[in-house]
């Protein structure tokens, strides 16, 4: 991170905050850190490596405390000097702690050992972040107390002892400023980490930054060639000298008021950004579709939006249950009950329209899939930032649909949108935008030979596809789009 390019102030109602000291433009990066410390989620201890944080299909298990999992020794041996001491705690222990009490033992095991600063770029130390505990609710109260008591259970006799308070401030901090560590794809959230200078950044429902994970080479045989995992701030567009710089905190497709809950519940603030005072989006969020100058009305709007919820929910079971036949069956009677009356942002119709394209999609039913893919994806440009990622990941996602279903004149133009996103999003380096790269020259030659001769075109395709069947997708079980299963 070059601290040339930022400075704390005083931001007006925020508290401290960031902001520039000079210009920046789309995609350029404002600053990288590395994580003070960061730990695998506990279900997902066992699929992904503790030292690079990939998911690996077999994983070498660490032969003293049988819990840590690395690739191979190079791995193993790069989280050593990270994990000697933890290791010997889980041993002693005698099981293993949740990922909260981890991750605090690993930032005080290394701010014992390095000092409140443990890097020339770092702008604040964890002593002066907000740990919001005197604002938290009674049965989140609850839960600190238990993780602190468990906590000086796990904790070694020979290790530098805490008070209570000091333990208690850096369970705080994570509870509100720890950041979702992906894999390597950047498709899943896989860990929990701290990035001291990232907690400075406040919110805006409408951000002029992103922040995204680069894992960094982690693959080199001699580690002095490993760079660190660590998090990238990129300007989404032109920011001036001065400006303050701004992530968002949670998803723009909720409606002001969800946004304001959640931001509540969960960082302890009332947002006052303008897409919240002006409730900006929320009428066509929630809105009536437009024909030919004609409305429905309020009441059939109403009754469409409820209607639609109720079937969200079923579809929700259905889709834990895995029984996605019936997952298809719900949407398509929602969305033919609800599409001809709801606009074509409405929040709960591209939540249908989604679902439906990533499930029919796994049913290999890729025609259907991709309509509803293109449906998704323009309410989704009505509503997103034009570079927002999650706009990105889903014009991806719609293009290698496309792609599957023989479209190729929509999917490459898709897969390009995509590419354009990312490349400001994730930057050149990243392992998806190469990954679209690859895909955009992939269509590019095939669009070009479609366009030369059609029936040549899919005589071709039909016979690649026939020498080399299309993998299956892996199951859709999050609620989130789970992009990882088509690249």
């Not at 894992?215 to 060639?225: I, L, P, R």
Request: net charge negative.
């Amino acid at each position: 991170m070059s601290s040339q390019n930022v400075a704390i102030f005083d931001s007006p109602g925020k508290g401290r905050g960031l902001k520039a000291t000079k210009e920046f433009w789309a995609g350029d990066v404002i600053f990288s850190e590395a994580s003070i410390a960061a730990v695998v989620f506990d279900s997902l201890a066992e699929r992904i490596c503790h030292n690079c944080f990939r998911r690996q299909d077999k994983l070498q298990r660490c032969g003293q405390c049988k819990f840590a999992h690395y690739c191979d020794r190079t791995c193993q041996r790069a989280a050593w000097p990270e994990h000697k001491v933890e290791c010997g705690a889980i041993k002693a222990y005698g099981k293993v702690p949740n990922e909260n009490i981890r991750l605090v033992a690993r930032i005080m095991w290394r701010l014992d050992k390095e000092g409140s600063v443990v890097s020339d770029m770092q702008l604040t130390t964890l002593d002066e972040l907000e740990d919001h505990i005197n604002d938290m609710q009674e049965e989140d109260m609850k839960e600190l107390k238990v993780d602190v008591h468990n906590f000086l259970d796990y904790w070694p006799r020979t290790s530098k002892q805490h008070t209570i308070d000091s333990i208690s401030h850096i369970f705080g901090v994570i509870n509100c400023n720890g950041f979702s560590v992906s894999d390597q794809r950047g498709l899943q959230a896989v860990g929990v980490g701290l990035f001291p200078n990232l907690c400075l950044v406040n919110h805006d429902c409408w951000p002029n930054c992103t922040v995204i994970l680069n894992h960094g080479n982690q693959s080199a045989v001699n580690t002095v060639f490993h760079s660190q995992r660590r998090i990238e701030l990129r300007a989404l567009g032109k920011i001036s000298d001065g400006e303050e710089l701004t992530v968002s905190y949670v998803d723009y497709l909720n409606l002001s008021e969800e946004r304001q809950r959640l931001l509540k519940t969960q960082y302890f603030f009332d947002c006052t950004c303008d897409h919240c005072k002006n409730k900006t989006h929320d009428d066509v969020k929630m809105g009536g579709k437009e024909e030919d100058g004609a409305k429905p009305s309020e009441e059939q709007v109403k009754e469409a939006t409820d209607y639609c919820f109720q079937m969200m929910e079923k579809m929700d079971k259905a889709r834990l249950d895995g029984d996605y036949h019936e997952v298809v069956k719900i949407c398509r009677q929602c969305i033919e009950k609800t599409e001809p009356i709801l606009a074509d942002t409405h929040i709960y119709l591209l939540r249908m329209w989604s679902t439906m394209s990533e499930v029919q999609a796994y049913l290999q039913n890729f025609e259907e899939a991709a309509e509803y893919a293109r449906k998704m994806v323009e309410g989704y440009m009505k509503l997103y930032n034009p570079n927002n990622a999650a706009l990105g990941m889903a014009a991806m996602r719609a293009g290698v649909t496309h792609w599957q279903a023989g479209l190729i004149e929509v999917a490459h133009g898709m897969i390009c949108k995509a590419y354009a996103i990312l490349m400001v999003t994730h930057g050149p380096t990243h392992p998806i935008t190469k990954d679209l790269e690859a895909m955009r020259m992939q269509t590019e030659m095939e669009l070009r030979m479609f366009k030369q001769n059609e029936y040549v075109y899919h005589s071709m395709r039909e016979a690649a596809l026939k020498n080399k069947p299309m993998t299956m997708m892996h199951e859709p079980k999050s609620r989130k789009v789970n992009v990882s299963s088509i690249i």
